[in-house]
């Protein structure tokens, strides 16, 4: 804000009290000081609030790729069957761990049912995948992915009906996940055996997802 003095010819100078004016020109300096500070804390609010801001977008932009991992495996080429045991043996694995889990944490019954309907199955799929990679000479790994594992140790944490939650939420999220990557294997994987494998696997994850989503309905 500009401000202009103005001297009126009328005023005697010599009457002029030259304490009064110094007073006056301090508190005008200590304004405009305070109004400078409260200038520089909203623009540091501003910049603090916009990096909290952008950090959660990087977080959950992050998280939502973790999330559709298994939708974008690379199920084409030569390299298509390699990426399918290596992601599905991971997954089951999951699967497995996180039933275990829920037979410790779970509180409704229904969970609990569901949990050993998955491990059974899982364990199934994974003895018979482990099977034919082994016999193509493909690599299974031997503990799960970094992102399989964040999902169970995120359900480790929790218990009672905040777990009963989380975990069929994880469920819902995993099998739709699984049910397309299984449904693109069945499709389009160079190789014969593992595509009969993807589709042979198919009705248990739909069996488990509508599983899911009934007792979802319930809650």
Known sequence: MACTLQIQPIINLKKLNMKNL?????????????????????????????????????????????????TEVDLNGTEGPANFTSMAASGGMMEVEAAKVAQKNATSKEVKELAQMIMTDHSKVNTELKKIATAK?????????????????????????????????????????????FTKA???????????FAAKTLPALKKHMERVKAIQSKM
């Open 137 to 181: 000479n493909l690599t299974i790994p031997d503990m799960m992915m970094s992102e399989h594992k964040s999902h169970v140790d995120m359900l480790s944490s929790k218990t009672g009906a905040e777990f009963d939650k989380a975990y069929l939420e994880m469920m819902d999220k995993d099998h739709m996940k699984d049910i397309d990557m």
């Open 22 to 70: 110094i007073n006056g020109l301090f508190c005008l300096s200590a304004a405009l000081i305070i109004t400078s500070c409260g200038n520089d804390k909203n623009s540091t609010t501003d910049s603090t609030e916009t990096s909290a801001s952008m950090s959660s977008d990087t977080s959950m932009s992050s998280m939502d790729h973790n999330m559709n991992a298994n």
């Open 186 to 196: 069945s499709n389009s994987l160079s190789d014969a055996e593992l595509k009969a």
